[in-house]
C-alpha cells in the first residue's frame, strides 16, 4: 500500500514531447510507471517511445485511455493553463512540477481544482514515488526503496538526502512525496499525514520543513491532535537570514514568523523527533518505530 | 523584487489612487528646485529598499527650499541597513487629520488575497498587529470574483464612521485591488492611509513588492528593477541563473537545490563553521553555471574553503565535476575546495574530478566537517 499513487495509477503526461517531460517520461517508464497517454497539443497521433499515444487535449487523453492522473511538465506560462485543462478532463490526482508559477495564478487555480474534487500536488515539487509501484515526477527511483517510512517535504534534492540515509540503512519508504516549495501549494503537510495515517503500510512517518510560513506549525498541531504514527521531523534553514528570499518562493522569514527555530520549537511541543541533521533520521526512526 | 517608494506612487497613481505630487531628486540642489516649484514645506524621504528609514533619519520634514537643500544633502550621505541612498523623493507636506494602514497580501493559510486595514497607521504594522491585534481587519478575497464592493466598503467603515471618507477608502481598496493583480504584486501597501482636515482621502506612502514569477509577462515593471540598490554579487549570480545570497561566513557553499543548500548552511553551522553564503545551482546541469558559481564564491574574500554539496537527480554529478574543471582552468582557486557528490553519474564525476587531482567524498557530513576544519585553518 501507499498514498497518492501506486499500481491503479494510470497517467497522463502533459507536455511529453517537451525537453524536460520526454525525459522524466522515460524515467517513469523504466521505472514501471503505467504512463498511459502523452498531451501536447499539435502532437496527436503521435507516438511517444513506440508505446505511449500522444492527444492534443487532456480531455481527449482521459476519454480514450482511462487515465485518472496527469504530471504535467509544461513551461511556467502554460502550467496554471495545464492545471485547469487536468482538472476540466475530470482528472482526479493532479503532479504539477513545473517552477515559477505566480502566486496570484495560483489563488484562483487552487479553488477551482478543489471545486472539481482533484487533489494537486506542487506547484514546483518533485512529485511522488511509492517505492517499486508507481513514481510520478522526477524522484530519483535509484535511491528509494520499499518499506513502511512514509516521506514528507517541501523540498527537492534535501529529500534524496534523507531517502538516500533511509535507504542506505534498510529502512524503506511506503511513499515520498515532495508538496513543493511554493507560498501557494495544493497538498500540505497536513493532507499528507493524514493519508499517511490512514495507510496501513506506513509505520512512521518523516517530514521535511523549512523556513517560510506557518504551514510547519499548523502540521505540529494535527500531528499533536490526531496522527498517533511516529514523526520525526527536519527543519532546514537554520542559519537563513531574516527577509531573504532562500531559493524557494515560499522560504523567507518575514517579522518574526517563519524562522527555523519556531518550527523546531512547534515540532518539539507536538511530540515530533527533530533531527539537528540530515543523518539523524536513522537513529531517531529507529528509537521511535521500538516504542510500541 | 523590490520597488522604490516613487515607483510605487507612480503606479499607484496610474490605478486612479488619489497620492499627492512628489518628484524624485539625486542630488541636494535637484531637491531645492523641487521644493521651491512646490513653494511649501517638503517632505525629503530616502528611497532605499529598507524598512525603517525613519528611525534612521532617512525622513525629513523641510520648511522651505533651503532647508530641503540641507535635509537632500544629509540623507543623501546615510546608509540604511547597509544600502546607500542615491535617490530621495520630494514630496509636499500634507495636512493630517487621521492616519490609517491599508495592505494586501497573498495569505498562505487562506491562499487568499488578503485585505487588511487598521486604524492604527503610520506606525509598524507588524508592531500593531502584536500589541493591538484586535485593531487589523481583514477580508479574505475569492481571486476568481474580486474584491467586492460590499466587502471594500465594510472594511472602510472600519477606518471611517462617516459614509463620505468611507466610499472614499472603499473606491481606494478597489483600485489597490486592481494594481495588484495588474503588477503581480506579492504584497502591496499604503502607510499611512490619511484623511485631510477637508475630508479628502490620500495614500501618503507607497510600498510594492513584485513577485519574482511576474517579471518575465511583465516587462514594464520588470525594468523598474533598481541594481545599484544590490550587491553586485547577488547581481551577477541572477545573470547567470544562480540563486546566491552573500553571508559574513568563510565557508563558500556550491549546492543543488534551495533546501539541500539551506541544510548544508545548517550543518557547516552545526560543525562550527559559519556559512559565506547561500548558493543554488539549480536543477539542470550545466557545466557554465558551476564555473559561474565559483567565480563568484571566490570573489569573496571572507571565503576560506569551498564546499560542493551535490546530490545528483536531474543534476549530473559529471556535468558539476566538468563545470569544476573547466572552473580551474579559467580562474585561479587559491582555496581549498572539498567535493561531495553522490547521485546520477557518480561513478563518471569521480573519474573526471581524479583525473584532474580532485579528490570526492560521498557522505554529506564527512565533506562539511573536512571544509570547516579548511576554513578555520585557512
Known sequence: MSVFINHDTRLVVQGITGRDGSFHARQMLEYGTAIVAGVTPGKGGQTFEQRVPVFNTVAEAARETGANASVIYVPAGFAADAIYEAADAGLKMIVCITEGIPVLDMTRVLPYVRERGARLLGPNCPGAISPGECKVGIIPGQICRPGSIGVVSRSGTLTYEIVHQLSGAGLGQSTCVGIGGDPLIGTSFVDCLEAFQNDPATEAIVMIGEIGGTDEQTAARAVRERITKPVVGFIAGQTAPPGRRMGHAGAIISGSSGTAAEKMAAFRDAGIAVMNRPADVVPLIRERRSIP | ?378
Open chain 2, 1 to 378: 523584487m523590490n520597488l522604490h517608494e516613487y515607483q510605487a506612487r507612480a503606479l499607484l497613481k496610474g490605478a486612479g489612487i488619489p497620492v499627492p505630487d512628489g518628484e524624485v531628486a539625486e542630488t541636494a540642489e535637484q531637491a531645492a528646485a523641487i521644493a521651491g516649484r512646490f513653494g511649501r514645506a517638503v517632505v525629503v524621504k530616502a528611497q532605499v529598499h529598507a524598512g525603517g528609514r525613519g528611525k534612521a533619519g532617512g525622513v525629513k520634514l523641510a520648511r522651505d527650499a533651503a532647508e530641503a537643500r540641507e535635509r537632500a544633502r544629509d540623507i543623501l550621505r546615510l546608509r540604511i541597513k547597509g544600502l546607500p541612498v542615491k535617490k530621495v523623493l520630494v514630496a509636499p507636506a500634507a495636512d493630517i487629520a487621521s492616519e490609517s494602514y491599508l495592505g494586501i497580501i497573498v495569505d498562505r493559510a487562506t491562499q487568499c488575497p488578503v485585505v487588511m486595514v487598521s486604524p492604527a497607521g503610520g506606525v509598524d504594522i507588524e508592531e500593531v498587529a502584536a500589541a493591538t491585534p484586535e485593531k487589523i481587519f481583514r477580508t479574505a478575497v475569492d481571486a476568481r470574483y474580486g474584491l467586492l464592493p460590499h466587502q471594500a466598503l465594510g472594511l472602510a467603515f472600519r477606518l471611517y464612521p462617516d459614509l463620505a471618507r468611507a466610499r472614499q477608502a472603499a473606491a481606494i481598496m478597489r483600485q489597490l485591488y486592481q494594481a495588484f493583480f495588474a503588477t503581480g504584486a506579492s504584497l502591496v501597501e499604503i502607510n499611512p492611509l490619511i484623511s485631510t482636515p477637508e475630508g479628502a482621502v490620500v495614500a501618503l506612502d507607497a510600498k510594492l513588492v513584485v513577485d519574482d514569477n511576474e517579471l518575465e509577462r511583465r516587462p514594464q515593471i520588470a525594468a523598474l528593477r533598481d541594481a545599484s540598490a544590490e550587491l553586485e554579487a547577488e547581481i551577477r549570480a541572477r545573470a547567470a541563473g544562480l540563486s546566491y545570497i552573500q553571508l559574513s561566513g568563510n565557508v563558500g557553499c556550491c549546492v543543488n537545490g534551495a533546501g539541500l543548500a539551506m541544510a548544508t548552511m545548517d550543518l557547516v553551522k552545526y560543525y562550527g563553521g559559519e556559512p559565506a553564503n547561500f548558493l543554488d545551482i539549480g536543477g539542470s546541469s550545466n557545466p557554465q553555471k558551476v564555473v559561474d558559481a565559483l567565480t563568484i564564491i571566490s570573489a569573496d574574500r571572507n571565503v576560506r574553503s569551498i564546499l560542493f554539496n551535490i546530490f545528483g537527480g536531474i543534476t549530473r554529478c559529471d556535468d558539476v565535476a566538468n563545470g569544476i574543471v573547466a572552473a580551474t582552468r579559467q580562474i585561479t582557486l587559491d582555496r581549498p575546495i572539498v567535493i561531495r557528490l553522490t547521485g546520477t553519474n557518480e561513478a563518471l564525476a569521480v573519474d573526471i574530478l581524479k583525473g584532474a587531482g580532485f579528490s570526492a567524498l560521498t557522505d554529506m557530513d564527512e565533506a562539511v566537517q573536512q571544509a570547516v576544519r579548511l576554513g578555520a585553518a585557512g
